[in-house]
Nanobody, 116 residues
Framework: QVQLVESGGGLVQPGGSLRLSCAAS????????MGWYRQAPGRQRELVAA???????NYADSVKGRFTISKNDARKMVYLQMNGLKPEDTAVYYC??????????WGQGTQVTVSS
């Protein structure tokens, strides 16, 4: 059984920062990409950032320059540092892991609310 557990969400004022973490556990091998998606009420889930096993990164235009994705392969963790948060960043954030053994696996999501 594979499980992804996100943490680090919460309420923050505009301009503030949060760091999301996602830990993968269980029988998951051959990870070739990890990423973060988000879904706001009434909107489709969208890619926020992704990182490949080789360290290449990809960001949504709306977060470039503000968010940074990183990973720790030994611990099977992926992180999302979010700076300069805006109200439009409010959403449930989901991490995902793409692996040879399990395909795409999703976490349960963590709420990020940006409000004064």
């Amino acid at each position: 059984q594979v499980q992804l557990v996100e943490s680090g969400g919460g309420l923050v004022q505009p301009g503030g920062s949060l760091r999301l973490s996602c830990a993968a556990s269980g029988s998951i091998f051959g990870i070739y990409a990890m990423g973060w998606y988000r879904q706001a009420p009434g909107r489709q889930r969208e890619l926020v950032a992704a990182i490949t096993s080789g360290g290449s990164t990809n960001y949504a235009d709306s977060v470039k320059g503000r968010f940074t994705i990183s990973k720790n392969d030994a611990r099977k963790m992926v992180y999302l540092q979010m700076n300069g948060l805006k109200p439009e960043d409010t959403a449930v954030y989901y991490c995902n892991v793409d692996s040879l053994t399990k395909g795409r696996t999703w976490g349960q999501g963590t709420q990020v609310t940006v409000s004064s």
